[in-house]
């Protein structure tokens, strides 16, 4: 290998099949030309890395934009999996639906109006709650009645056995009362009898 | 290059699908790439935004036409340098425009901002298609078959497009990064 023919660039730039590299740094040996000529190379490849990159000032905008994204015809026909996913869930509806259009017809159960039920014992309540209370104090009036008119004749009762015991002891008292005066009419006769 | 080849090649597959997420991820990955790739080319930042939004959207909605989805980073360059140069067509007479010049920087030691600018400077001063076989070579990692394919030209002239672009680069950046302060 010359000078001339010596692929230093390509050297640099990692470009060379390994028997080619080979080859080159064995010139470079020999050759203190190319040697120098690499190192200006290797100096020049330098400086072009201390090239700072560059920021763009606003990022690429479209890429979240929706209007680009597939409609849903196109995700749901662009996947196998979602295909046999899909294929499943049909399946499973099927089935579900299957089930419910051949059950057996059940009672029809009342439809349950817990505010319209509310209402009507409500009005009935108020429908029936006079007369119950009417009907409750006519009750107790009567209780009542009952008991006072016991009690008057347990009263009258009571009243006219002590007024007969009272009559009874002043007849005892008149009777004592007379038996003396007798007794004392008995002895003043004796007594005038005998002077 | 291999992993980011399989993460690609996933992400755009899904994106086939119907996933915008996943072209997200794409996006997110190659923006700053690629705006810098051609921001080198067209000189301009707001070109280089609009054209990257371009660049994006044609991606995206050509996405099934990518034969290879592992090629994505070579495909995705290929519409941005269809891109780049047909602005450049149209805009013929500013799309050269004259660089600031160098000289100056070249007197005493460099840091590391005015050895960038100097780099700038030096891209700038190359003909479009030699500073873009350094921007896809040096800064995008591509090989020569891939640069080849983006370029659509044969390996031959890309070779030669970047040789004769680091020849010119040799003389004015070498003895610069020389002098630079690290």
Same mark, same amino acid.
């Given at each position: 290998?010359?000078?001339?023919?010596?692929?230093?660039?390509?050297?640099?730039?990692?470009?060379?099949?390994?028997?080619?590299?080979?080859?080159?740094?064995?010139?470079?040996?020999? *050759?203190?030309?190319?040697?120098?000529?690499?190192?200006?190379?290797?100096?020049?490849?330098?400086?072009?890395?201390?090239?700072?990159?560059?920021?763009?000032?606003?990022?690429?905008?479209?890429?979240?934009?929706?209007?680009?994204?597939?409609?849903? =015809?196109?995700?749901?026909? *662009?996947?196998?999996? =979602?295909?046999?996913?899909?294929?499943?869930?049909?399946?499973?509806?099927?089935?579900? *639906?299957?089930?419910?259009?051949?059950?057996?017809?059940?009672?029809?159960?009342?439809?349950?109006?817990?505010?319209?039920?509310?209402?009507?014992?409500?009005?009935?309540?108020?429908?029936?709650?006079?007369?119950?209370?009417?009907?409750?104090?006519?009750? *107790?009036?009567?209780?009542?009645? =009952?008991?006072?008119?016991?009690?008057?004749?347990?009263?009258?009762?009571?009243?006219?056995?002590?007024?007969?015991?009272?009559?009874?002891?002043?007849?005892?008292?008149?009777?004592?009362?007379?038996?003396?005066?007798?007794?004392?009419?008995?002895?003043?006769?004796?007594?005038?009898?005998?002077? | 290059?291999?992993?980011?080849?399989?993460?690609?090649?996933?992400?755009?597959?899904?994106?086939?699908?119907?996933?915008?997420?996943?072209?997200?991820?794409?996006?997110?990955?190659?923006?700053?790439?690629?705006?810098?790739?051609?921001?080198?080319?067209?000189?301009?930042?707001?070109?280089?935004?609009?054209?990257?939004?371009?660049?994006?959207?044609?991606?995206?909605?050509?996405?099934?036409?990518?034969?290879?989805?592992?090629?994505?980073?070579?495909?995705?360059?290929?519409?941005?340098?269809?891109?780049?140069?047909?602005?450049?067509?149209?805009?013929?007479?500013?799309?050269?425009?004259?660089?600031?010049?160098?000289?100056?920087?070249?007197?005493?030691?460099?840091?590391?901002?005015?050895?960038?600018?100097?780099?700038?400077?030096?891209?700038?001063?190359?003909?479009?298609?030699?500073?873009?076989?350094?921007?896809?070579?040096?800064?995008?990692?591509?090989?020569?078959?891939?640069?080849?394919?983006?370029?659509?030209?044969?390996?031959?002239?890309?070779?030669?497009?970047?040789?004769?672009?680091?020849?010119?680069?040799?003389?004015?950046?070498?003895?610069?990064?020389?002098?630079?302060?690290?």
């Amino acid at each position: 290998m010359n000078c001339n023919h010596a692929d230093l660039k390509g050297y640099l730039l990692g470009e060379l099949p390994p028997d080619e590299r080979r080859q080159v740094e064995e010139h470079l040996k020999v *050759s203190p030309a190319c040697q120098e000529d690499l190192d200006r190379l290797r100096l020049t490849h330098t400086a072009l890395l201390a090239l700072r990159d560059e920021e763009p000032s606003r990022r690429i905008a479209f890429v979240s934009d929706k209007v680009l994204a597939p409609n849903w =015809r196109q995700r749901f026909w *662009s996947a196998a999996p =979602r295909l046999g996913f899909a294929s499943a869930a049909l399946l499973a509806v099927a089935i579900v *639906s299957h089930g419910w259009l051949t059950r057996p017809p059940q009672p029809a159960t009342p439809t349950l109006d817990a505010a319209a039920l509310e209402r009507q014992v409500q009005a009935e309540v108020q429908r029936r709650l006079p007369a119950a209370v009417a009907q409750a104090v006519a009750e *107790s009036e009567a209780r009542q009645t =009952r008991k006072m008119a016991e009690v008057l004749k347990a009263a009258e009762e009571r009243l006219s056995l002590e007024t007969r015991g009272q009559l009874v002891a002043v007849q005892e008292a008149f009777d004592l009362l007379n038996k003396r005066m007798n007794i004392m009419y008995v002895a003043s006769s004796e007594v005038g009898g005998a002077r | 290059m291999i992993l980011r080849e399989v993460e690609d090649r996933d992400l755009v597959l899904r994106a086939r699908r119907g996933e915008v997420d996943a072209y997200n991820v794409l996006v997110s990955r190659w923006e700053r790439r690629v705006f810098n790739y051609l921001l080198r080319i067209v000189n301009d930042r707001q070109d280089s935004e609009d054209l990257s939004q371009e660049v994006f959207l044609k991606a995206y909605l050509s996405l099934k036409k990518l034969v290879e989805p592992s090629r994505f980073a070579p495909w995705l360059f290929r519409i941005a340098h269809n891109e780049a140069f047909s602005l450049m067509r149209r805009r013929r007479p500013e799309a050269e425009a004259e660089p600031e010049a160098t000289g100056q920087l070249t007197a005493s030691r460099m840091y590391p901002q005015e050895l960038s600018l100097a780099v700038a400077a030096a891209l700038a001063r190359l003909p479009a298609e030699q500073r873009e076989a350094v921007l896809l070579k040096v800064y995008q990692g591509f090989k020569f078959e891939e640069m080849a394919e983006i370029l659509e030209c044969p390996v031959s002239t890309v070779k030669s497009r970047l040789y004769t672009a680091l020849d010119r680069l040799k003389d004015v950046l070498a003895p610069l990064s020389e002098r630079s302060v690290s």
